[in-house]
């Protein structure tokens, strides 16, 4: 067969369809069996007689049946015909062929089929997966996904159950099973898990008596816990390639990642259980990324500070303890520790109490005031961060669900200005905290922003 421009489409791959120049054309029921029959010779040349015992399902032979049968027939024949002529004269008679098979009582009448591979889709699907078979895994996995959109149900549907229909029937529910099995794999050969997993959902879900299949989904279910470990959440955001995740964890073992800590808004450093407490993520910035060197913490703070203008600086008198400088809150340094940074965020007030006070407006002005630092000094790195707001510095209006929905509402909106603030917002959640979290709250908020689209900054005009 040669390849065509497909202006006939045939769709067997589900419930029988014949659209031409992309309309749909109504056929008659018989006359969509009569289509159906001729798709299941697979090109073959079917003889009147058989075609009218199985397309009109005929019992008994009466006296000179067979010239009623062959008129019927050649009316179906000719609807058929007069369908795949709205494509253009002639090719009715191009694709439904007339021919003659030699008997011993006579020259019989045949009719076939002749669709190029781009008109039927039983025959793309089938070019596809084998061409899949032979394919490198991306590859593979691009002709798999192609093949399977073809897909919309059983195939011959509406004659599946007879006789005629079930090789290839069979041959094709067969290719689909193998089509799924190698998506699978070759999504598996890539590290895609997290792709391969609801192949094989579906695949268990058809057949849930088959062992394989439930194997083969604990193993990817095994694999995606081994690789997320702790992960609780991720959503990939519509449109951009933004992923958010909340995990189980520890901040400071994110190692691919920039983290952000929060800070008050004097940025003071020594962990002396008074300022600062050592159990705070303060003060284990200092010990675990700066060895203890609260010092050179505070050199590389300095530095980065001297960018920003401060509010105040008080007396010895009115704060006899810890730094005196004060800066506005929303106070975003980045601060180099090895090969990431370090985003020291000012979100609380220390009173001269040496209490770190804060609010719902200054977390949310801090975090809006934070991305976009993290684009301008992130490296278009993941940016980890803990549940700000939740420590000693308790914001009482909030709880920890709504904590949570701050920074990822913030963040979210950020990405309206700069789609590249960062490639992956992780949150990182203590186990205490995560009991009273309700992430089916975030995930909810995420899916309203994908309904909503991506959201890109508006481009210049002209």
Excluded at 25 to 36: E, H, K, S
Excluded at 117 to 141: I, N
Excluded at 240 to 260: H, I, K, M, P, T
Excluded at 338 to 347: D, M, Q, T
């Amino acid at each position: 067969m040669q390849s065509r421009t497909p202006s006939v489409r045939v769709h067997v791959l589900g419930p029988v369809r014949l659209e031409v120049d992309d309309v749909p054309v109504r056929l008659t029921p018989l006359t969509a069996r009569l289509l159906l029959r001729l798709v299941a010779a697979d090109g073959e040349a079917v003889t009147v007689r058989r075609l009218y015992r199985d397309v009109w399902q005929q019992t008994v032979e009466l006296p000179h049946q067979g010239l009623r049968n062959r008129n019927e027939v050649q009316k179906r024949i000719l609807e058929l015909r007069r369908a795949f002529d709205r494509a253009g004269p002639g090719t009715g008679n191009r694709i439904v062929r007339t021919g003659q098979l030699p008997t011993a009582h006579g020259a019989e009448s045949t009719y076939q089929l002749d669709l190029a591979v781009e008109e039927l889709d039983s025959t793309q699907f089938t070019r596809l997966v084998g061409d899949a078979l032979h394919a490198a895994p991306a590859s593979a996995v691009r002709l798999l996904v192609d093949a399977l959109r073809l897909w919309h149900g059983r195939p011959l549907a509406e004659v599946a159950d007879e006789e005629f229909a079930t090789a290839p029937v069979r041959r094709l529910t067969q290719l689909r099973d193998t089509a799924l099995r190698e998506l699978i794999a070759g999504h598996t050969a890539l590290d895609r898990y997290d792709l391969a997993l609801p192949v094989a959902e579906q695949t268990a879900r058809e057949r849930p008596d088959d062992p394989e299949a439930a194997a083969v989904l604990a193993r990817l279910n095994a694999r995606l816990r081994e690789r997320h470990g702790d992960e609780l959440l991720r959503h990939t955001l519509r449109g951009l390639r933004v992923d958010v995740v909340v995990l189980r964890g520890d901040l400071f073992e994110q190692d691919d990642a920039n983290l952000v800590v929060g800070f008050c808004d004097t940025f003071d450093t020594f962990p002396d259980d008074v300022v600062i407490s050592r159990e705070s993520v303060q003060g284990q910035l200092v010990d675990r990324l700066f060895e203890g060197r609260y010092r050179l913490l505070d050199e590389r703070l300095r530095r980065g500070l001297k960018e920003f203008t401060p509010l105040a600086t008080e007396s010895v008198q009115a704060k006899r303890r810890g730094r005196r400088t004060r800066f506005p809150v929303g106070t975003a340094v980045a601060v180099p520790a090895g090969r990431r940074k370090v985003f020291a965020l000012a979100y609380s007030r220390l009173g001269n109490d040496l209490r770190a006070r804060s609010a719902p407006a200054d977390l949310r002005l801090s975090l809006e005031r934070l991305w976009p630092a993290v684009a301008r000094h992130g490296l278009f790195k993941p940016v980890a961060i803990p549940l700000i707001g939740a420590g000693l510095s308790r914001i009482v209006e909030l709880d920890r669900t709504q904590l949570l929905l701050m920074i990822v509402e913030t963040f979210t909106r950020s990405l309206r200005q700069d789609p590249a603030v960062s490639p992956e917002l992780r949150i990182v959640i203590r186990a205490d905290e995560l009991e009273r979290t309700d992430l089916s709250a975030v995930e909810a908020f995420l899916r309203g922003a994908d309904e909503q689209g991506p959201a890109l900054p508006p481009t210049a005009a002209g």
